[in-house]
């Protein structure tokens, strides 16, 4: 039982300006725009500038979200931010970002749960706002994937883009979250991962020469994960907020593929039209996927007040996670 009712009270992104195509694709890696466009969804994304970094992107998506939500930096009292692309291991994201918009004190920390990082991230500042000892949450997605993705390996680079997508988060006086579900499955972690980098295989040459600092994956076994687990959670979430699929006005999922996406509304009995999709204009993009595509849905007047909102997500852990909200 929450003691506060918290929701979601201004939104903002941050999408890089170039813009690569799946035409672009085909000059570097053996694919074609009929694959691509078929097996994913995806016509083109967008690629940070050369030292462009997650906490540059991450500054003007949440400065955007503080102007929507008629905050100053100064109200604000957690900043979390979810990112599996961090400008370095520390200071964190949220850290960088605090110091840049000159937010006095608040406490900053990073979540790591990859693609449903937003997701983790938004159920997180509603538990620290219930809980009564904070007020106003900005909670980032920010990704710069294509730092970390081999350009010479086509069955992972044409998927991936950089962008960032920023929430506020406080208490509010009616709708909100209603429910929250989060998971994890850490035995299937080897399907998805950048081996190298960290603690157990620290940078070197021959971690460089192995091609080991870019994302890894295992795309086909994740693909059916994907369809089950995303399914699972929205069942989950649905019921802990005594819902069912039928009372949900948009759905707004991870954006790892469009196959993936109708195959959990099909599952779910859910029409296309009840279905947020920004993969053809972006790729996946993790952790920022979900966060620009809710503050896109809510600016193209997709969501109105009281609509019964879905957030679904999936990826690397792995870890899954929805979460109910009415808007
Ligand atoms: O973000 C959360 C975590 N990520 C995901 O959830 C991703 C889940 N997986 C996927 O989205 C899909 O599995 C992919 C898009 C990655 C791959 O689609 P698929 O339908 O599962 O293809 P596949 O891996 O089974 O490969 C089919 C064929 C293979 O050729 P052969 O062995 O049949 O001759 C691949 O080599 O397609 C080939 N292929 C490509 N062909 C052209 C793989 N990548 C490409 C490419 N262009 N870029």
Redesign the pocket.
């Known amino acids: 039982m929450m003691l506060k009712r918290v929701g979601i009270i201004g939104l903002g992104e941050y999408l890089p300006e170039r813009v690569l195509t799946n035409a672009d694709l085909e000059k570097m ?1 053996e ?2 725009d009929e ?2 466009t078929t ?2 969804g995806i016509k083109e994304r967008r690629l940070r500038d050369k030292g462009e970094a997650a906490s540059d992107l991450a500054i003007r998506a949440a400065s955007s979200a503080l102007e929507d939500a008629h905050l100053e930096p100064r109200d604000i009292d957690l900043v979390i931010v979810a990112t599996i692309t961090a400008d370095m291991p520390f200071p964190s994201v949220s850290s960088i970002l605090q110091g840049a918009l000159q937010i006095p004190r608040a406490a900053c920390f990073d979540i790591s749960a990859a ?1 449903a990082g937003f997701v983790y991230a938004i159920t997180t500042a509603q538990q620290f706002i219930a809980g009564g000892d904070y007020k106003n949450a900005l909670v980032v997605g920010a990704e710069t994937l294509s730092a970390v993705t081999d350009w010479q390996d ?2 992972t680079c ?2 991936f883009g950089d962008g960032a997508g920023a929430a506020v988060v406080s208490e509010v006086r009616s709708g909100g979250i209603l429910s929250a579900c989060l998971g994890a499955d850490g035995s299937k972690g080897s399907l ?1 991962m950048i081996p190298a980098g960290g603690s157990r295989q620290p940078a070197s040459h021959q971690t460089v020469d192995q091609r080991g600092h870019f994302i890894k ?1 295992q ?2 076994k ?2 059916k994960l ?1 369809v089950t687990l995303m399914t699972g959670a929205a069942q989950d979430a649905l019921k802990k907020a005594g819902l069912e699929c039928k009372d949900i006005d948009l759905v707004i999922p ?1 954006q ?2 469009m196959r ?1 996406i109708m195959a959990m509304a099909k599952k779910l009995n859910l029409p296309q039209e009840k279905i947020y999709l920004n993969i053809e204009k972006y790729g ?1 993009m ?1 952790s920022a996927s979900t966060a620009t595509a809710l503050c896109e849905a809510v600016k193209e007047s997709r969501v109105k007040k009281g609509d019964i909102v879905l957030l679904d997500a ?3 852990g792995l870890v899954w996670g929805a979460c109910v909200i009415e808007w």
Do not use: E, P
């Open positions: 890696v694919t074609s694959w691509i097996r994913t693609c086509r069955d044409v998927l998805l994956m795309g086909n994740l693909f994907a991870h790892a593929n993936i996946n993790s999936f990826g690397a």
